[in-house]
């Protein structure tokens, strides 16, 4: 995998910023905002087509984020338009922007420091600026109303990644100009261009380049040359000609497969009346994600309360598992884990959690080895090593090793931040709640699922999606997804010497600052077991374990369990989660399951694509990354 490297930069006596690489401008000098409102945002026709698209979402798709000027002008505009237009159809705006060599967030700050007017969006922006990491990077504003795509990497290796079957409604073609960056203005980035449009699709460049123009007509674009911006002669504007299938509405899930993701088809299955069965971390997200797309979700939990089952943790740790390089699944955990730090500090309810911070404890030479190389190969923002006397330090207990430490990481209350949301979605119009609804049987038949509950009156369901855990195979009767339950055990402690703990402190297991006077230490790992039995000998074995793993610290003896839950966690064997649709009575349903010891970390970015899947929305993962993630994968392997 290729390392993302930052943009070198200055800035000029107006304080505009200039790439050195490319010996180039981000923006006039002649005033940056004025610019995009003129080239891209006049050229493509905004805002006034919002007011009669005929779509719940408005998408535009730009190459070279830059200093996110673009991006901010187009959110406040978009912002200006709901506030004025509340009744239009177009309800959000997906921006998905591509950037080969990012700014650094102390680079992106200065820059952004001289625009006026834009001080809200501009702290929001910074404040979730995601780590250089390759890949898709979602950034979620005004409640979901603005979506912010940001893809890391070349744009001519990272759109055939972006799924084409929902298409870009406008380009913004920035970028520095052909003569200083001819890598970019190849014929495959039109080819790409043409491939993720569609019939009325526009594009606006600030460019009057002859190769723009040739690239653009020989993709299938009408080509206009118009009047440039201040003492500009000329720039370039495009619309999509070429005929494209319509995008089709149908609400039943019993539809063919997409015969390849990334076509031109542009086919849009939305579905908005969704029922979950489930009640832990992906129920919850996945409701609060689909909500948020305008649709209307019924919740069935087998539970007399939310996160009864996996989900119903004191405390857990949330950090991403990287690789020692950026390998396929460790860049996965790394846009996860992002995307999942700005997501809990958005709710608007509360829970208990501190970012405390992440630390793992080097126990073992081999661990030692590979923390060196984590830390040579991921950004230091991210990830950071620390000397013993620093671990000590950071944590406000002696500790006997060396670490690496994930400084954004932290933790929070798996059980408190569902069951708060539980109660914040129950004050929802399009969302319903039956607890107590153990269903035991799903029979499919003409698009439609017929879901029973003992006791329960019996519901019909045209989309459903199963977040059960390691019991999803309960409820199917055909081939059973490749989950593995593993039985855990955290044990709870009193103990007065761990007071000054401050930071999460991960060895073989894990142990927490202190919360309402415990401590969190776990957990086991039971391959024998699939029930929630309490036992002694767990506890005493989660406080070996701290007292193998480090050295037999004196702040840990005499400690005192208090309390102690089990759960049974939901593993595949290549480690990644589950999701998407899978096959069951000849029908489809979807799933999110397979989280593992990991739904903290997993659960936000995972409900987000579903939910996105299923309103035909655009998806936050890479092809190869969904690819990676579907439950089909281990169809396709078994036909293999």
């Known amino acids: 995998m290729k390392t993302v490297q930052h943009a070198s930069i200055y800035f000029n006596e107006q304080g505009t910023p200039i790439a050195k690489q490319f010996d180039d401008v981000y923006f006039s000098n002649d005033g940056g905002l004025a610019e995009t409102d003129f080239v891209f945002l006049k050229h493509n026709h905004l805002p006034e087509r919002w007011q009669q698209h005929s779509a719940t979402f408005f998408h535009i798709g730009e190459t070279g984020f830059g200093t996110g000027s673009n991006f901010l002008l187009a959110w406040q505009r978009f912002r200006q338009f709901r506030q004025q237009h509340p ?18 967030q102390t680079d992106l700050t200065q820059a952004l420091s001289s625009l006026a007017g834009f001080d809200g969006e501009c702290q929001a922006l910074l404040r979730d600026y995601p780590v250089a990491t390759s890949g898709c990077h979602r950034l979620t504003f005004d409640d979901g109303q603005v979506v912010l795509d940001l893809w890391f990497g070349d744009v001519l290796e990272s759109l055939p990644q972006r799924d084409a079957h929902v298409a870009i409604d406008a380009w913004f073609l920035d970028g520095f100009a052909p003569s200083k960056n001819p890598d970019m203005w190849q014929p495959e980035l039109f080819q790409q261009l043409a491939k993720h449009s569609k019939k009325g699709t526009t594009v606006a460049t600030f460019t009057a380049a002859g190769l723009v123009k040739r690239g653009l007509q020989a993709a299938g674009f009408s080509v206009q040359k118009v009047k440039g911006f201040g003492r500009k002669r000329e720039m370039i504007t495009a ?8 995008a089709v509405t149908e609400t039943s899930m019993n539809s063919e497969p997409h015969a390849e993701r990334n076509n031109n088809q542009h086919k849009q299955v939305v579905r908005q009346d969704i029922t979950i069965i489930g009640g832990g971390l ?8 689909l909500l948020r797309k305008g649709c209307k979700v019924t919740l069935l939990c087998a539970d007399a309360e939310l996160a009864a089952g996996a989900s119903k943790n004191r405390q857990g740790a949330l950090y991403p598992n990287l690789h020692a390089e950026p390998s396929k699944p460790s860049l996965i955990q790394a846009a996860a884990f992002q995307f999942a730090r700005s997501y809990y500090p958005k709710q608007p309810f509360s829970f208990a959690h501190d970012w405390c911070g992440v630390q793992h404890q080097a126990c073992t030479p081999q661990l030692l080895k590979r923390h060196g190389k984590i830390a040579s190969h991921w950004p230091d923002k991210l990830v950071q090593t620390l000397t013993p006397q620093q671990a000590s330090r950071q944590a406000g207990v002696e500790l006997p090793f060396p670490a690496i430490l994930y400084p954004a990481g ?28 153990p269903v035991q049987q799903l029979h499919a038949e003409q698009g439609l699922w017929s879901i029973k509950a003992p006791g329960q ?8 999606v199963l977040t059960l855990g390691h019991q999803t195979n309960q409820l199917l009767t055909g081939q059973p997804l490749p989950i593995t339950g593993i039985r855990g055990q955290v044990s709870y402690i009193e103990q007065a010497a761990l007071a000054p703990l401050k930071t999460v402190l991960c060895h073989k297991g894990y142990l927490t600052p202190a919360w309402q006077g415990l401590h969190a230490v ?9 029930d929630e039995a309490i036992f002694d000998q767990d506890n005493d074995d989660n406080l070996r374990l701290v007292e193998q793993s480090l050295q037999q610290p004196r702040w840990i003896e005499h400690s005192k369990v208090r309390e102690a839950r089990t759960g049974v966690r939901a593993t595949v064997p290549d480690r990644l989660p589950l999701f998407g649709r899978w096959l069951e009575q000849k029908q489809y349903c979807y799933v999110l399951t397979g989280l593992g010891a990991r739904g903290l970390l997993f659960a936000p970015l995972l409900a987000e694509a579903l939910a996105c899947e299923l309103v035909a929305e655009p998806s936050p993962l890479p092809l190869d990354w969904h690819q990676a993630l579907c439950a089909e994968r281990y169809l396709t392997r078994q036909s293999n």
């Open 87 to 104: 009744e239009a159809r177009c309800q959000r705006l997906y921006f998905t922007s591509f950037e080969k060599f990012p700014l650094s």
């Open 239 to 246: 619309v999509w000609q070429e005929q494209a299938t319509d």
């Open 282 to 289: 992906a129920a919850v997200c996945l409701s609060q994600a």
């Open 410 to 437: 932290g933790w929070l209350s798996p059980q408190q931040f569902c069951q708060a949301a539980g109660d914040f979605l129950q004050q929802q119009a399009n969302f319903t709640l039956h607890l107590n609804w």
């Open 457 to 464: 009156p019996g519901i019909t369901a045209s989309n459903l």
């Open 522 to 530: 776990g957990a086991t790992f039971d391959r024998s077991r699939s």
